[in-house]
Each structure stands twice: as structure tokens, then as C-alpha cells.
């Protein structure tokens, strides 16, 4: 199938390792020109020399933290002014801190808004004109099987990634008439750094070995294994294409089977 990604121009967030890189690969290797972010320089830059190497594909490298306005404005600048305007956006960003109410306080609840919540609305109200003007574009916004089963000691993470939901919920009706689709990718357990530090810390908790605890995990999804990025990245470049043109508003579940409710 041609998911009809060829020549489009793709803005990744928090794209120099994991789910994010996975997805900036994807894109590039379907002929997509990408514009990938991270807060780290030398991790971006190499993160797009490796996706340049194996998929051939045209990559802006941006340095940019998703927290932080000026630096989000300042990467849509430098994306549009290299390829012209953006008809894709992934927006996605790290994890804030385990840890459950009682031991969160209000730094911890300002920081994990900014870095989940405000971040995809910055993003969302740079890009929306430019895909506006070119005759409409697609957004996908990266969340969490917490929004649909919270997660033991992820209170953070459960709370603001719903609102991200919501958000993208809301902005699909709202952006519909400019052809702008919104939908959410809903990743389940990837073999990626942050579900590795997550295992470690489960595991110092309930006294077993990271290994263990990776076992367990395992057992309760139903095809018994992690998922590899970049298959979550596939479902992701299929939420962006044109091949999902009529696909709005919607959330598409990456997890093996993990999540036991049925809608």
C-alpha cells in the first residue's frame, strides 16, 4: 500500500531515541521529509545521520525542548523556512516521574503540564496554520495505555496524558473543516529506555530483577512479548497518511493486547 507520504513535510518531537526515533525512520523510509527535535544536540544530530544513512531520506535536525514556547516557534520557524510550510505533525515527548499522589507536590504537577499537556498545544497552534494554507495536514498526538487503565504509581502521567486525549478529541472537530485530522497512538509496553527505567524501578520496589519484572509484564500480554518501535511507528505513519483520510478523532491502541477493555 502507498500510504501517500512521499514529499510530505513531517515535524517529530522527542525524536532522537525510542518511539520518536522509530517514528522519524518510518516517515523518512516512506519517502517523507522530516523535521526531528530533541533537547540534545549531539543526540539529535546523530539520531538523523542514522535514519539519513539507512533510509536515504531528507532529515532537518532541530535542537528543541518541547517545554519550552520560544523553542517550539522557533523550530516550526526553521522547519518552514527549509521546506516551505508542515502537513505532518507526531507529537510526543518523555515521561514525567513515577510516583503516587501523596508524594507529588505542585512542582511536580506544573512541570508534568508542561512537558505532556502544554507541550502538544504549543505544537498544535504552530503547525495548524501552516496546514491550513496548504490545504490541510494530519496530527497525531503520542499518549498512553493509562488513558485508558491507569497505571499503579503513574499518577502524573494518568491524569495529564487523559488530557491529552481530550485534546485531541476536541481539536479534530474543531480543525476538521481545514482538513486537519487529530488522532492519538496509544502505546503499550515498547522495549524502549523509558519502559526499561520503569521495570527497574517496579522491580527495586517488589525486590526481584529487572528481568523478572519484564517477565511478568509479559504474561499479562496476550502475544507475550514487547513491542519492537517501530512497529508502533508503522500504526503511527498510517494515522498520518493518506491512507487514513478518513480517520479522525480517534485513538489506535499499539499493545499487544494489553488493555482489557473492550471499546
Known sequence: MDLGLKGKVAMVAGASKGLGFAVAKVL?????????????????????????????????PVVADVRNRNDIENWHKLTSAEFGGVDLLYSNSGGPPAGSFSN???????????????SAIRLVRVVAPSMKARGGG???????????????????????RASVSALAKSLSNELAPDNIRVN???????DTDRVRELDTDRARKDGVSPEEQRRRMEAVIPLRRYGESEEFARAVAFLLSDAASYVTGTSLIVDGGMIRSAF
Open 28 to 60: 523518512a523510509a516512506e519517502g517523507a521529509i522530516v523535521s526531528m527535535s530533541s533537547r540534545n544536540e549531539e543526540a539529535i544530530r546523530g539520531a538523523a545521520g542514522i535514519i539519513r544513512k539507512q533510509t536515504g531520506g531528507n532529515l532537518l
Open 104 to 118: 507529588l507536590d505542585d512542582q511536580a504537577w506544573q512541570e508534568s503540564f508542561q512537558l505532556l499537556l502544554l
Open 138 to 160: 494530519s496530527i497525531v498526538l503520542s499518549t498512553s495505555t493509562s488513558v485508558k487503565e491507569p497505571i499503579p504509581n503513574l499518577t502524573l502521567s494518568n491524569v495529564l
Open 184 to 190: 492519538n497512538a496509544i502505546p503499550g509496553r515498547f
